[in-house]
């Protein structure tokens, strides 16, 4: 399924380009991971290539089988750290040859903060001396770990949660769901219409994500000992350092996410709670804390991602981060 909810904005922005024939030579789609970037970039580049996206023509119908000969997807390859040089450089030996169908060659790059130093500076310099009639559109997650003369050469997307009402009038539209249902969705996917999808198509992934959420809650309560063998577990030093980071990042959204629900509990705004499954079991924890100290959690949250950022070993940041739940 590969339908789009919500970003209109940018949506706007990339047809308007189209349509005046305005388009950048480089793209960067940035944000976190469930928003729909990937399916808007997919998007864009058939509107690039066949506006009206008709259905009929060789680009649609190539387009429709992934047989693209003017169309590049650069992926990190599964057992490789990195999007490599050598991906990038055969890459660049294809794009200096003529276009299959004299239109545009699109290159899309998936996780492109995980090029490699190399293959970032191979591919700066066909971002610097763009071939005619080539665009390039990264994705990332975390523009953190882009080389910033990647991202001067490009024209940046941000992409943000989109709005609820959005994702529940989808819901409603196309699956016929009750609005609380969608609202609960919405509310527990973050806002993320991605992972929403995946929500109402994989229901054990829900209650899997339900478990896990449940688990966090129950944590504080445990002494000193067990919750660093959690974190033992959790941060193995089978990952790799990068992967622990990612893991450690998700730990501390959700944490922040449940921090904020305790403290619209302490306001008696219930209603709003992201996880109102849970709300029993937050109305237990929220007694072990005032409101300052939720305060505190919170800011100690964004300092430990901030910590995340400069390579800091992540198994270090979650026992201090412990300390203070
Ligand atoms: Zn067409």
């Known amino acids: 399924m590969n339908s789009i909810i919500g970003h209109e904005k940018i949506i706007y922005f990339l047809q308007k380009s189209i349509k005046n024939d305005k388009l950048?030579?480089?793209?960067?789609?940035?944000?976190?991971?469930?928003?729909?970037?990937?399916?808007?970039?997919?998007?864009f580049l058939s509107e690039i290539l066949c506006e009206k996206k008709c259905k009929k023509c060789i680009h649609c119908l190539n387009l429709e089988k992934n047989t693209h000969p003017d169309v590049y997807f650069i992926n990190k390859e599964?057992?490789?750290?990195?999007?490599t040089i050598e991906q990038i450089r055969f890459l660049q030996e294809k794009l200096i040859r003529h276009s299959f169908h004299g239109s545009y060659k699109i290159i899309l790059i998936n996780q492109a903060e995980t090029l490699s130093l190399g293959a970032a500076n191979?591919?700066?310099?066909?971002?610097?001396?763009?071939?005619p009639k080539t665009i390039f559109i990264l994705i990332a997650e975390n523009?953190?770990?882009?080389?910033?003369?990647?991202?001067?050469?490009?024209?940046?997307?941000?992409?943000?949660?989109?709005?609820?009402?959005?994702?529940?009038?989808?819901?409603?539209?196309?699956?016929?769901?009750?609005?609380?249902?969608a609202l609960e969705l919405a509310k527990i996917s973050i806002n993320k219409p991605g992972l929403a999808i995946t929500f109402f198509q994989n229901q054990?992934?829900?209650?899997?994500?339900?478990?896990?959420?449940?688990?966090?809650?129950?944590?504080?309560?445990?002494?000193?000992?067990?919750?660093?063998?959690?974190?033992?577990?959790?941060?193995?030093?089978?990952?790799?350092?990068?992967?622990?980071?990612?893991?450690?990042?998700?730990?501390l959204s959700q944490w922040d996410l449940i921090i904020r629900?305790?403290?619209?509990?302490?306001?008696?705004?219930?209603i709003f709670i992201i996880h109102s499954f849970?709300?029993?079991?937050?109305?237990?924890?929220?007694?072990?804390?005032?409101?300052?100290?939720?305060?505190?959690?919170?800011?100690?949250?964004?300092?430990?991602?901030?910590?995340l950022f400069t390579n800091a070993n992540p198994k270090l940041v979650f026992?201090?981060?412990?300390?203070?739940?």
Do not use: M, W
């Open 122 to 131: 191979c591919l700066l310099k066909s971002l610097e001396e763009p071939n």
């Open 204 to 251: 054990n992934l829900l209650e899997e994500h339900k478990k896990q959420i449940r688990e966090f809650i129950n944590f504080p309560q445990k002494n000193l000992n067990e919750k660093f063998q959690i974190i033992e577990k959790t941060l193995s030093t089978k990952n790799e350092f990068l992967e622990n980071i990612k893991i450690l990042q998700n730990i």
């Open 78 to 83: 599964k057992d490789k750290k990195n999007i």
């Open 261 to 270: 629900d305790l403290i619209l509990i302490k306001n008696s705004l219930n």
């Open 319 to 325: 026992e201090n981060f412990t300390l203070n739940l």
């Open 24 to 43: 950048n030579h480089a793209y960067l789609f940035c944000g976190p991971a469930h928003l729909g970037k990937t399916t808007i970039a997919k998007n």
């Open 143 to 181: 523009t953190n770990l882009l080389p910033k003369t990647i991202i001067s050469r490009t024209q940046i997307l941000k992409f943000l949660p989109v709005a609820t009402k959005d994702i529940v009038n989808y819901f409603e539209k196309q699956f016929n769901l009750e609005a609380n249902q």
């Open 278 to 307: 849970l709300e029993n079991e937050l109305k237990e924890l929220v007694q072990n804390y005032d409101e300052n100290q939720l305060l505190q959690i919170l800011k100690k949250i964004k300092k430990s991602k901030e910590y």
